[in-house]
């Protein structure tokens, strides 16, 4: 999905989180939201995804205004920092609960739900673990299974805040090579937010360098790392 | 002191201090307990089993234990809905209220009966307008069951507020991004989670209510067999000095207590493994 | 702006859904709780101030609250030494049979309080082999003072230990260690490191167990015989004035019990505001 922001800021009270923005995100491509903590990259997911309203600013999905869809509509796939994973679900109740939570009309049947859990159980390779409970998995099972259940109602593009944060390092670069995978699997246009320039030039077809609330840069890895546009994405990168 | 069973610790006052604990706890409530189980076994089993199931006992603790169910279900959708609203919202006198809560633990129960009774009996300001309707609150089981729900009030909200407290926004926000409606996570999400501790506030109050006699004699009418607590039935027997039957009562009171304590030990295990927290 | 339309928080209800909510919730409280709580002290005036402060100084209700003051003067520092005391052995030491002992510290709570008052009476009153022997020895227990002050200790017996010791585990030991190792007695490291640690904690305990104490009744009860003047408490007096038709006395020494629970109330509310860290542990329990 094409995603267009035109002129997008959110301001707290007196505080600018986010300066007006603009950005064009082709479809189907991986992008980064690279900057330190308070860049405003965090935000300005959180808008895409309609968790957020923009103080002024409209967001276009496919070319048609997204400011009267609600977080429900708008079936953005969200994978949150702390996964945000349902406690007393077991993994495959928390996949399903997006096909559950659809009204009588729209529901899938029972079978077709279970043969969707299923295959997202593979797509992420943990096939066996669909009757534990989040608190029996470890970050990145959890990682994975959160991933999951973003993808199970079918989303319109792929938001993910700081996707690898809470992982250790090594974990971190296998499952940077499986959100590559996926995301070439399904197509799905999506964007992460991260503040390791390593993992964003590594992983991302387009970077958005991020700094107090404005974008300093937009580009593929190799022009940012060659040609960076100001001094802060110069520091920020090296 | 049993301090071979304690690992060798740097720190001083073990024996003062198990002394004191193990003393005091033996004296004031292990010996008395220990007392009321001793008058049951010399009394015998079957004499026990013969008081408490004569018509008027029978039917006083299962007056009790009813009346205490229903008030307590009533505290678990009242208390779960104060508790989110006192967590979630913000509206004037807000404090006030959180404040307020507490009241049934730090009023007096007699203090409750009395003014319970004012209010609800007939010529009462809220008694006198039920009465215009037809119906009696003071000295029915209706009655009780207020002088109940106000006993139990605060036991759910209590122990749900923390667990509200303490719920990441980030999972609310993944249900509705996931095309959930607010109600439908309320309800899938939200109360699920707060279930342990709604049902472990649940047992507190039931537990409570069961052995309640101060807030209620006055209120209730006290009519064998229709308004007759299990408790003032003990304060009853004691006055015609028939001991045997007030422990016999009483040890089935006892009982209905512990199975209640091992309830909610079995709802915070069964909790804990589950989803890792109470 | 036309797109600034109705966006709502996706974690947040609806407004007329909380406007819903909130009048429930405060209609229902407003009869359960403050409507009693308004009728003590409208009752205590019904007849003018002047008849609620002489119905005070009459003899009755003068020796309930003399009475009362005792009791709690007796059993609410008992109950604060036994506190501290199982706080410490639970805390920082590890043994075994800890779970079962805090559960016999909780038992008091589940224990109704007339069962409670019936204990104390099967075990020391004047038929009892104990209670005997002590009546024998002029040392009655059961219908005289003592059995009152162990009813009391009885029915709030959990209050202190049970807001210590959540405090006192996350606290850990650490700081104890520490004054040891730098050479301080062991009851040197009780008064200047874990006290001061405890105390906003020890005060909300030593709080609710006296209010559980001076309004005590059912337990009371049963073991005071009911004697004027000499173990009729407060709650006691007021059923006795009650039940005989007087209201406004009755309503009186109700009212002076209820400004006790709201000065209660108040006393923990700020507790709970000015001290919310050093309480935290315990409001999670």
Request: charged residues 15%; glycine residues 8%; contains cysteine.
């Amino acid at each position: 999905m094409h995603i267009q922001i035109e002129e997008i800021a959110k301001a707290y009270g007196t505080t600018a989180a986010l300066h007006p923005v603009s950005l064009a995100i082709p479809s189907g491509a991986l992008v980064a939201l690279l900057g330190p903590s308070g860049s405003g990259k965090t935000t300005l997911l959180r808008i895409l995804g309609g968790l957020e309203f923009p103080s002024s600013g409209r967001v276009l999905l496919e070319g048609a205004d997204a400011a009267g869809l609600t977080v429900q509509e708008r079936r953005a796939g969200f994978v949150f920092q702390s996964y945000a994973l349902f406690r007393h679900m077991t993994v495959f109740e928390n996949i399903a609960y997006g096909l559950r939570a659809r009204s009588r009309l729209s529901r899938p049947p029972a079978g077709e739900i279970t043969r969707r859990v299923t295959n997202l159980l593979e797509l992420i390779q943990l096939p066996e673990i669909g009757g534990r409970y989040p608190s029996q998995l470890s970050g990145g099972q959890r990682q994975r299974v959160a991933l999951a259940r973003a993808l199970a109602i079918e989303p319109r593009m792929l938001l993910l805040d700081e996707p690898f944060g809470a992982l250790d390092a090594r974990v971190r670069r296998e499952l940077r090579a499986g959100l590559r995978e996926i995301h070439d699997a399904t197509g799905l246009t999506s964007i992460f937010v991260t503040h390791d320039q390593e993992e964003a030039m590594e992983l991302a077809d387009l970077v958005v360098v991020m700094s107090m609330g404005r974008i300093e840069q937009i580009g593929r890895p190799i022009d940012i790392r060659s040609n960076p546009a100001t001094e802060f994405v110069r520091e920020f990168v090296s | 002191m049993p301090s071979m069973l304690i690992r060798r610790s740097a720190m001083p006052g073990f024996n003062l201090a198990m002394g004191i604990t193990v003393t005091m706890l033996s004296v004031i409530v292990i010996l008395p307990i220990m007392a009321l189980l001793m008058r049951g076994l010399v009394w015998g089993p079957a004499e026990i089993w013969a008081t408490v199931s004569s018509e008027r006992v029978r039917g006083a603790l299962f007056l009790s234990f009813r009346l205490s169910v229903l008030a307590a279900l009533f505290n678990l959708v009242f208390g779960v809905m104060l508790a989110w609203i006192l967590v979630r919202y913000r509206f004037p006198g807000k404090r006030l209220i959180d404040a307020a809560v507490d009241l049934p633990f730090a009023l007096p129960t007699a203090v409750a009966g009395i003014a319970l009774t004012t209010l609800y009996a007939p010529n009462g300001l809220f008694g006198g307008i039920a009465a215009d309707m037809g119906l009696r609150i003071a000295y029915t089981q209706a009655g009780i069951f207020v002088a109940l729900v106000f006993v139990g009030l605060p036991f759910v909200t209590r122990t749900v507020q923390p667990v509200i407290a303490e719920i990441e926004h980030e999972v609310e926000e993944a249900s509705a991004s996931l095309g959930a409606s607010r109600l439908t996570t309320l309800r899938r999400v939200i109360l699920p989670m707060l279930m342990p501790a709604a049902l472990t506030g649940f047992a507190l109050a039931l537990a409570r209510s069961v052995g309640e006699y101060g807030s209620v004699i006055f209120i209730a009418g006290n009519i064998p067999n229709r308004t007759e607590i299990a408790p003032l039935l003990i304060v009853i027997r004691l006055e015609e000095f028939n001991y045997n039957a007030a422990a016999a009562i009483g040890i089935a009171m006892l009982l209905i207590s512990f199975l209640m304590l091992f309830a909610i030990n079995l709802i915070q295990i069964w909790s804990r493994r589950r989803i890792g927290y109470v | 702006m036309s797109d600034l339309i109705a966006f709502r928080n996706p974690t947040e209800e609806s407004p007329w859904a909380r406007r819903l909510l909130i009048g429930t919730v405060v209609s229902i409280l407003s009869l359960l709780l403050f409507a009693p709580l308004f009728v003590v002290f409208s009752e205590a005036l019904s007849r003018g101030w002047m008849t609620a402060v002489e119905s005070l100084g009459q003899r009755d209700a003068w020796q309930a609250i003399r009475l009362t003051l005792t009791v709690a003067a007796i059993s609410v520092p008992m109950n604060a030494v036994f506190g501290l005391a199982a706080a410490w052995a639970i805390t920082k030491f590890d043994f075994r049979g800890k779970a079962f002992l805090i559960t016999l510290i909780d038992l008091p709570f589940s224990v109704s309080p007339v069962v409670a008052g019936l204990c104390l009476v099967l075990l020391l009153g004047a038929n009892s082999t104990l209670g005997g022997m002590l009546v024998g020895a002029g040392v009655p227990i059961i219908f005289a003072l003592p059995g009152v002050v162990l009813a009391t200790v009885f029915v709030s017996f959990p209050f202190v230990a049970r807001e210590l010791i959540p405090v006192m585990i996350e606290q850990g030991r650490a700081e104890e260690e520490a004054a040891l190792t730098l050479g301080a007695s062991g009851w040197r490291v009780f008064r200047t490191v874990t006290l001061p640690n405890i105390r906003w904690a020890l005060l909300y305990g030593v709080l609710l167990c006296n209010a559980r104490a001076m309004g005590e009744f059912g337990a009371v009860a049963v073991v005071s015989g009911r004697i004027r003047g000499e173990t009729a408490t407060m709650p006691i007096t007021i059923e006795m004035m009650y039940n005989e038709y007087l209201s406004v006395a009755a309503f009186t020494l109700a009212a002076v019990l209820a400004l006790l629970a709201l000065m209660t109330l108040a006393l923990k509310s700020i507790l709970e505001w000015y001290h919310a860290d050093a309480l935290a542990a315990t409001r999670r329990h």
